[in-house]
């Protein structure tokens, strides 16, 4: 039987004395990809910063069987978990191929993909290659921070809130991009309040409240949960 790839038993997490996570329990497989659904402020994206070190995990996180809690961020990221935050972080008075190159962790090894590469899939950032990425629009900028974590050759990406403030038109370019991005076999854990990316691309679904998981199925069995979406998601 084939073993996840990102295990997470038990977890919490504080920040100061609020007690945010509240026992968080979810697995991933490899080449799956799911989507962790909630509103705001129910832990979504301190889940993803306690799997990536960002925050103080209390409880197990294994990935690839291997324990990852209380590990530095840049020494997970190594062992090939890859972290989109929703900041969009980029180097703006440096060019969209140097923000790329960037992202590759050991140059005398390269990865899977390579400049071209990223550059060919989404030719939005091929027009700008040699601007420097402070011009970008948005969505542009969404784009390139996930390009420049694919450039670390990671095999799990956690994608925190790509879709956030963008316009429709380039909401649905950004779940595009994230259907390639699982076509090439990379484990996608998706943190997004949209449903139609989620629901579009996901193999399956959590759904967060109160810092913890209250339901998780399929897409099919989430469309038919009229209760789950208004309990938890609707405002």
């Known amino acids: 039987m084939t073993q996840p790839m990102l295990k997470v038993t038990d977890l919490h997490a504080y920040y100061g004395k609020s007690h945010v996570l509240r026992g968080v329990n979810m697995e991933i497989m490899p080449g799956e990809v799911i989507a962790l659904l909630g509103r705001n402020g129910v832990g979504r ?15 197990e996180v ?6 990852i809690s209380g590990l530095e961020s840049h020494k997970i990221a190594h062992l090939g978990l890859g972290y989109v935050p929703e900041s969009r972080d980029i180097f703006p008075t440096m060019t969209v ?18 400049v ?26 969404q784009m390139l921070t996930m390009c420049r974590t694919l450039m670390g050759d990671p ?9 956030e403030g963008l316009a429709p ?32 691309i996901a193999n399956r679904v959590y759904v967060m409240g109160h810092g913890e ?5 399929t897409p099919e069995e ?12 609707e405002v």
């Open 97 to 114: 191929r140097e923000n790329l190159i960037l992202g590759i962790k050991n140059m005398k090894k390269p990865g899977k993909y390579s």
């Open 213 to 217: 998981i209250v339901w998780s199925g």
């Open 155 to 163: 095999e799990l990406v956690i994608i925190d809130e790509p879709t």
């Open 222 to 233: 989430f469309r038919d949960r009229d209760d789950v979406r208004k309990e938890w998601l």
């Open 169 to 200: 038109k380039i909401v649905h370019q950004i779940g595009d991009m994230i259907a390639e991005i699982a076509k090439t076999g990379v484990a996608i854990l998706l943190v997004e309040q949209k449903l139609s990316i989620a629901l579009r």
């Open 62 to 67: 294994t990935f690839k069987g291997q324990p």
């Open 116 to 141: 071209d590469d990223m550059l060919d899939m989404f030719t939005n950032l091929r027009a700008r290659a040699d601007n420097p990425a402070g011009v970008l629009s948005g969505g542009e900028k």
């Open 45 to 59: 994206s301190t889940t993803a910063k306690a799997i990536m070190g960002e925050v103080a995990p209390k409880g």
